[in-house]
């Protein structure tokens, strides 16, 4: 399978990237990976990329995009920080990765589980990291069941998991309220900036 072309990559619409993803995540789970050379694409891409996709994932160990996503060199930017937030650099990254190198598609992934869901669940605190939980904790108020104090902590799988998803769809929404770039491209129809959830006991994604 060869790396991405200026011409395939003009040829993809956002509708047909996520149709990629999905299709990649379904030979994943079937351990069904397409046969490519890595080493082929990095010759391939030496001169320039033309990557589909841009997956904005937690940075845990288990959420490797490139990997459930079945994708090879060139195919997507990876964006990764703890909790799949935004912030002005992440969203300055992706700007480019849309903008300018073309991606289709903006994909905010959470997944089942998430530990730093679990710590702005539990109001963690320590170093820089009570700052990174803090962008989290609009989530865990917009999950508003169950309503039981003691049931509102990480100890509570489908509470977590429930925040998970508010996460991603509040992520959605700052990214459409701080970048009028993206915004613009997915009112112009160029983008589309979807969510979906990674569920690291099965290894399927499903799109939000």
Same mark, same amino acid.
């Given at each position: 399978?060869?790396?991405?072309?200026?011409?395939?990559?003009?040829?993809?619409? /956002?509708? !047909?990237?996520?149709?990629?993803?999905?299709?990649?995540?379904?030979?994943?789970?079937?351990?069904?990976?397409?046969?490519?050379?890595?080493?082929?694409?990095?010759?391939?891409?030496?001169?320039?990329?033309?990557?589909?996709?841009?997956?904005?994932?937690?940075?845990?160990?288990?959420?490797?995009?490139?990997?459930?996503?079945?994708?090879?060199?060139?195919? !997507?930017?990876?964006?990764?920080?703890?909790?799949?937030?935004?912030?002005?650099?992440?969203?300055?990254?992706?700007?480019?990765?849309?903008?300018?190198?073309?991606?289709?598609?903006?994909? !905010?992934?959470?997944?089942?589980?998430?530990?730093?869901?679990?710590?702005?669940?539990?109001?963690?605190?320590?170093?820089?990291?009570?700052?990174?939980?803090?962008?989290?904790? /609009?989530?865990?108020?917009?999950?508003?069941?169950?309503?039981?104090?003691?049931?509102?902590?990480?100890?509570?799988?489908?509470?977590?998991?429930?925040?998970?998803?508010?996460?991603?769809?509040?992520?959605?929404?700052?990214?459409?309220?701080?970048? /009028?770039?993206?915004?613009?491209?997915?009112?112009?129809?160029?983008?589309?900036?979807?969510?979906?959830?990674?569920? !690291?006991?099965?290894?399927?994604?499903?799109?939000?």
């Amino acid at each position: 399978m060869k790396a991405h072309t200026q011409e395939t990559q003009a040829a993809i619409t /956002p509708d !047909i990237a996520i149709q990629l993803l999905k299709e990649g995540n379904e030979r994943f789970v079937a351990s069904k990976m397409a046969n490519r050379n890595l080493l082929d694409q990095v010759n391939d891409t030496a001169t320039g990329q033309y990557p589909f996709a841009t997956v904005l994932s937690c940075i845990d160990s288990r959420v490797s995009a490139e990997l459930i996503f079945d994708q090879g060199v060139g195919d !997507i930017f990876s964006a990764r920080v703890a909790g799949n937030i935004v912030n002005e650099d992440l969203l300055g990254s992706v700007e480019f990765a849309c903008k300018l190198a073309g991606t289709k598609v903006f994909v !905010i992934l959470g997944h089942t589980a998430c530990g730093a869901v679990k710590g702005a669940c539990d109001d963690a605190k320590m170093g820089n990291l009570t700052t990174l939980l803090h962008k989290i904790k /609009p989530a865990v108020r917009a999950t508003t069941e169950p309503t039981d104090a003691g049931q509102r902590n990480s100890k509570n799988g489908d509470f977590v998991n429930d925040v998970v998803r508010n996460n991603v769809l509040l992520t959605i929404e700052d990214t459409r309220s701080l970048s /009028p770039v993206l915004k613009e491209m997915e009112d112009n129809g160029e983008i589309k900036i979807v969510g979906a959830i990674y569920d !690291i006991s099965n290894g399927k994604v499903a799109f939000i």
